[in-house]
C-alpha cells in the first residue's frame, strides 16, 4: 500500500524535472540504480531519440553513442515491447546477434549489466519503454528478485506512463503551428519516410518547391530539421501517421 501511495504522488509533480527526478529515486529505492523512459507518440513513428519524450539517468557517454549508432534498431529489450505487453527480464542471451553481444559489453562498462524491460502500449496509439537497471550481474539471484518486483514495476510504469501525459501534450494548445494545404501535405508524406524527391513525384511539383515547403515548417516549428517537426506535429496532433 505503501508502494503505491507513493506512486501515485508523481501527479502531484508540475514540473518535468522534478517529476522525472522523483522516479529515479523511487527505482532506486527499489534496487536499481538507473532508469530510462522513452515514450513515443504514436506506434507509426520511427523508434530514433529525436521522436521521443526521453528521460534517464543513463551515463551521457553511452546515451550519446546509442543514439549516433542507431543501436534501436539492433536493442532486443525494443524489439520485445514492440510485439509484447510483459516485462523483459534481461540475461546475456537476449543479446544473440554479434552487434548485439557488442553493444551489450560496452553497456555494461557504463553500469548497464542487468535489468527489467517493460512494455508500454497506450489506449491513443503511444508506444515506449521503461528499463529499470542495475550493475549486477544478471545471475539467478537478480532474476529471483526480478520476479518479486515485477508487480511493484508494473504498477509504477502505469502510474509513470499516465502522469507522462501532461508533459508529453503541447503546454499551449493555441500555440499550434498554422500550416498550409501544401505544407501539411510535405509533412505528412514526410512522416511516411519520403524523401523531397518522393514528395515532388507524388505533389507534382518541383523538389525546390517541397523544399522551400519544409525551410516553413522548420521556422514555423521551431526547429533545425524536418524529421523534428514531424515529432512536433504529431505530439501536437496535427497529424497522425498511419
Known amino acids: 500500500m505503501k ?29 536499481y540504480g538507473r532508469t530510462a523512459l522513452a515514450i513515443f507518440p504514436d506506434s ?6 529525436e ?8 551515463s551521457p557517454k553511452w546515451r550519446s553513442k546509442y543514439d549516433e549508432e542507431k543501436m534501436g534498431h539492433i536493442d532486443p529489450t ?15 542471451n537476449i543479446f544473440s546477434a554479434r552487434r548485439q553481444k557488442e553493444m551489450y559489453e560496452e553497456a555494461c562498462g557504463h553500469g548497464i549489466r542487468s535489468g527489467v524491460t517493460l512494455p508500454i ?3 491513443n496509439r503511444e508506444f515506449g519503454l521503461l528499463c529499470f537497471v542495475s550493475d549486477t550481474n544478471p545471475d539467478k539471484r537478480f532474476r529471483q528478485d526480478a520476479v518479486c ?18 508533459f508529453i501534450k503541447p503546454a499551449h494548445p493555441g500555440e499550434t503551428p498554422t ?8 509533412l505528412k508524406w514526410c512522416a511516411s519516410g519520403k524523401s523531397s524527391w518522393d514528395i515532388a513525384q507524388i ?7 517541397v523544399n522551400f515547403h519544409f525551410a516553413n515548417i522548420r521556422h514555423k516549428f521551431g526547429t533545425s530539421t524536418r524529421r523534428h517537426a514531424v515529432a512536433k506535429a504529431i505530439r501536437m496532433g496535427i497529424i497522425n501517421p498511419t
Open 3 to 31: 508502494s503505491i501511495e507513493q506512486f501515485a504522488g508523481l501527479a502531484s509533480y508540475t514540473t518535468v524535472e522534478s517529476w522525472r527526478d522523483r522516479i529515479f529515486e523511487l527505482s532506486n529505492d527499489l534496487g
Open 44 to 49: 507509426a513513428v520511427p523508434r530514433e531519440a
Open 51 to 58: 521522436f521521443a519524450f526521453h528521460h534517464s539517468n543513463y
Open 78 to 92: 525494443i524489439s520485445h515491447c514492440t510485439t509484447k505487453s510483459i516485462p523483459l527480464i534481461w540475461s546475456p
Open 121 to 123: 502500449h497506450g489506449p
Open 149 to 166: 518486483n515485477i508487480p511493484k514495476l508494473s504498477c509504477l510504469r502505469d502510474f509513470i506512463f499516465e502522469t507522462a501525459l501532461q
Open 179 to 186: 500550416l498550409t494545404r501544401r505544407e501539411l501535405e510535405c
Open 203 to 209: 505533389l507534382h511539383c518541383s523538389e525546390a518547391a
